[in-house]
């Protein structure tokens, strides 16, 4: 690489998924011996989050100069921008959010500013292209999609499935249902519990692994459905691949996700996975498993069919397996970098 990558991204939480992919990338730039700076946002969070996102746009705009500027967040000012987290005025209109709040045409225009000024684009999923296009009229070809990676290690199931009993007191016939992500409303948390209540299967456990400033909301919910002694509520947890590796079943009944790597590592944890058509994950999947929208009730069958045939169960769980092994991060930066060296060539 000729020149160094400045990587933008505001925040720095651990548990998001972008600063998640961030963290990997950054990763493998390292052992690429690629020279890179990450620009995260230095305004205190005591201020307004639209105040925050104008102030940093300013910031970074204002110290590029000759820099390259591979942005994972909208900015007005790319070289290269990643939309991994999708299109705001797609999502907006599709869950009827109010424009009063400040922080919706905010986003708006600094995601049209990013698409245009942006020499490239990557989407990472065709979902995400089509909402860009649609959205903007932007030309398809500068439009590249990537989906995410995930990292591979070999998973150790025995010791999973001990620390995470010996927390929950699990029996060995129970089965697991599984959800990750925080912000549980647009994840879909209400409707995962409302499917979880009409299963005919009664021998499980489920567990929601993330965090979300109104979860009392969701455990209330829990108890008027009559599932409170089925369904834990972890908070965000470091360990969430023991939770991967115990699981059978993820439920992901989502009302907007560009992506969602916790599909990706889902699969790659053997679970059978099930989304809905506004998941970009769900692009990985057989239709069977795609949800038509987050209160889709045939999901309710499907899994319970799923649950009391063991058999056809694994299979799907070894189908999802084989398919994960193809995104990995190793693959994810290469084509990144093809693009970005492309981009460099031409700056």
């Not at 998924?17 to 700076?37: M, N, P, T, V, W």
């Not at 620009?39 to 590029?64: D, E, G, T, Y």
């Not at 009229?137 to 995470?164: L, M, R, T």
Request: proline share 3%; glycine share 4%; net charge positive.
């Amino acid at each position: 690489m000729k020149k160094k990558i400045y990587l933008i991204r505001a925040n720095q939480d651990k548990y998001g998924g972008a600063e998640i992919y961030l963290s990997r990338l950054s990763d493998l730039l390292r052992e690429c011996g690629i020279e890179f700076k990450i620009i995260n946002s230095p305004f205190p969070k005591f201020l307004p989050s639209w105040l925050r996102i104008l102030l940093f746009n300013f910031h970074v705009c204002l110290l590029k100069s000759d820099k390259f500027y591979f942005s994972l967040d909208r900015v007005s000012c790319p070289n290269v921008y990643r939309a991994g987290d999708g299109v705001h005025k797609f999502f907006i209109e599709t869950e009827k959010k109010s424009k009063l709040n400040l922080l919706h045409p905010i986003y708006v225009y600094l995601e049209k500013k990013a698409f245009k000024n942006a020499s490239k684009i990557i989407a990472i999923s065709e979902l995400v292209k089509r909402n860009i296009v649609d959205c903007y009229g932007i030309d398809k070809e500068k439009i590249e999609v990537i989906y995410n990676g995930i990292k591979f290690d070999k998973p150790n199931y025995y010791q999973a499935y001990s620390n995470i009993s010996s927390e929950f007191e699990l029996q060995t016939n129970f089965k697991i249902l599984l959800f990750v992500g925080s912000g549980f409303k647009r994840k879909g948390v209400e409707e995962f519990l409302y499917i979880a209540s009409k299963l005919k299967t009664k021998n499980f456990r489920a567990f929601i692994v993330g965090r979300d400033k109104n979860i009392q909301k969701y455990i209330k919910l829990s108890e008027v459905l009559g599932i409170r002694n089925k369904v834990f509520f972890t908070g965000p947890r470091d360990n969430v691949a023991d939770f991967y590796a115990i699981s059978d079943i993820f439920l992901f009944p989502t009302h907007y996700e560009p992506f969602g790597s916790v599909i990706l590592e889902a699969m790659r944890y053997k679970n059978a996975v099930f989304t809905t058509r506004l998941c970009g994950g769900g692009e990985l999947l057989d239709n069977y498993y795609v949800m038509e929208n987050p209160n889709d009730s045939s999901v309710v069958q499907k899994i319970d069919s799923l649950l009391e045939d063991p058999r056809h169960l694994n299979k799907v769980k070894e189908k999802n397996h084989e398919i994960s092994k193809n995104y990995s991060m190793e693959e994810n930066l290469k084509l990144t970098l093809k693009i970005l060296e492309a981009e460099i060539d031409m700056f």
